[in-house]
């Protein structure tokens, strides 16, 4: 296993250009695929999940073109793949993988999608049993509700309205896949959501995206969801990839820490993305927080100043569940107790996150109780323990998110090649704003 030792920082200042959003670079590239026209995309993330996307694409007969570095020209399909029998690899993206699965589902042809172990642990039932109520043909290929999968082509749709419920307690990703699949259905569609609906930001993300394509689907409460007919996807021509608010998290918590400023580059207030609400979390822990148009920038306490500026917090982390991890860590550097509440999803993730957040935060000398769906964080009393092994689980965010700790301690963090699923370049990125 390879390793990276980060030296304990003094510091944290300077200005960070974001990479491109995982959520939205793969929502386009499928939206573009399916779409009449060519969309002219800029600024996609490049990283292992966008590869996944990319390459099933292609694999599906969808002609695309990188014109530069993150540019490229996708010729959409109309609604229809051109190959109707592939066998689809997707590594561990489930950005990919759940919207496919409702995609191919539809498109009347013989497809099986796997991924690597860790996907095949996680769950799809939620989404085959909705697809199903549609007359999906969709079996599992190993364990019952879990990846590998084999679809089918459906039965045809004979009623005038499809009517379908899923589940919105356990990922958003389901809800996504259906309202990004079921237009291509030409049929009026009804999708009522049972329990409460989980990152309902991401939802939002989706339909944003999905109307930047011609679309028009109508919401009530974020329980029901009403897709007139018919409807098709179409170009918008050229597009532009906002920059990651997720990983804006990591530079904006070292910039509250770190004394600052930090200044990330790629979203601002006028985002689309959940995630961006983290620095209002910030603002609460204590940090000054500045935000542009495109820009978002961090402060925390003077630089003269010793002792501990943030504070603990209470906080329920439904609209953020991704950048709540950031928050896990700079509780470290907080007074008093922080609490992160409903973040049941992270079991669900890339690992178990809430068990492996506690498991690390341990090793740093924090007093860690982990529940079904919250985490309740002392810090150490006595400053963090100096050259701890931080585990990352195959975990792109673990490894961010604990690169926070060298602005107290030196640390080693194992496997840090694991970044490339969102942010091949991010370890380069933080040496140049952590001055040691």
Not at 297 to 316: C, M, S
Not at 394 to 399: E, I
Request: hydrophobic content about 40%; some cysteine; charged content about 20%.
């Amino acid at each position: 296993m390879s390793w990276l030792d980060l030296p304990c920082a003094k510091i944290a200042r300077g200005i960070v250009q974001l990479p491109g959003s995982k959520s939205i670079s793969n929502r386009i590239l499928l939206l573009a695929a399916l779409a009449e026209g060519t969309t002219h995309i800029h600024d996609l993330l490049a990283s292992d999940d966008t590869t996944h996307m990319l390459n099933a694409l292609v694999k599906l007969g969808v002609s695309i073109t990188q014109t530069s570095e993150n540019d490229y020209d996708v010729i959409g399909s109309k609604g229809i793949f051109p190959v109707t029998q592939a066998e689809l690899f997707l590594g561990n993206a489930g950005t990919a993988f759940r919207p496919l699965t409702a995609v191919l589902a539809l498109m009347h042809g013989y497809y099986q999608l796997s991924g690597i172990p860790r996907m095949h642990e996680r769950p799809i039932a939620d989404l085959v049993d909705a697809l199903r109520q549609l007359g999906a043909d969709i079996r599992y290929l190993d364990n019952p509700g879990f990846p590998p999968l084999e679809i089918n082509p459906m039965s045809l749709l004979n009623d005038e309205t499809l009517l379908v419920t899923v589940k919105g307690d356990v990922s958003s990703q389901f809800l996504t896949s259906l309202l990004m699949a079921l237009p291509l259905s030409q049929k009026k569609c009804i999708i009522n959501v049972i329990g409460t609906l989980v990152s309902q930001p991401y939802i939002e993300l989706t339909l944003a995206q999905i109307q930047r394509f011609g679309l028009q689907i109508e919401q009530s409460n974020w329980q029901q969801f009403t897709i007139p007919a018919p409807q098709s996807y179409h170009s918008p021509g050229h597009i532009t990839v906002e920059g990651d608010a997720s990983s804006a998290s990591y530079f904006l918590a070292a910039g509250a820490i770190g004394h600052g400023p930090v200044r990330v580059q790629g979203v601002g207030r006028n985002s689309v993305q959940g995630d961006v609400r983290f620095a209002a979390a910030l603002e609460m822990m204590g940090a000054k927080i500045s935000m542009g148009e495109n820009w978002i920038e961090a402060n925390g306490a003077d630089a003269n100043y010793t002792g501990k500026f943030l504070r603990g917090i209470d906080l329920d982390c439904n609209h953020i569940p991704d950048a709540a991890m950031t928050l896990a860590v700079a509780a470290l550097f907080a007074k008093g107790i922080t609490i992160l509440r409903n973040i049941a999803s992270w079991r669900l993730k890339e690992t178990d996150r809430l068990t492996a957040m506690a498991n690390e935060l341990r090793k740093l000398g924090a007093i860690i109780e982990e529940g079904t769906d919250y985490l309740r964080i002392t810090p150490p009393s006595d400053g963090l323990i100096p050259h701890a092994t931080i585990d990352t689980y195959d975990d792109h965010r673990m490894a961010m998110c604990f690169s926070l700790v060298s602005l107290g301690a030196p640390v080693r963090i194992n496997d840090p090649d694991c970044v490339k699923k969102t942010f091949p370049d991010y370890f380069e990125k933080f040496s140049h704003i952590a001055h040691v």
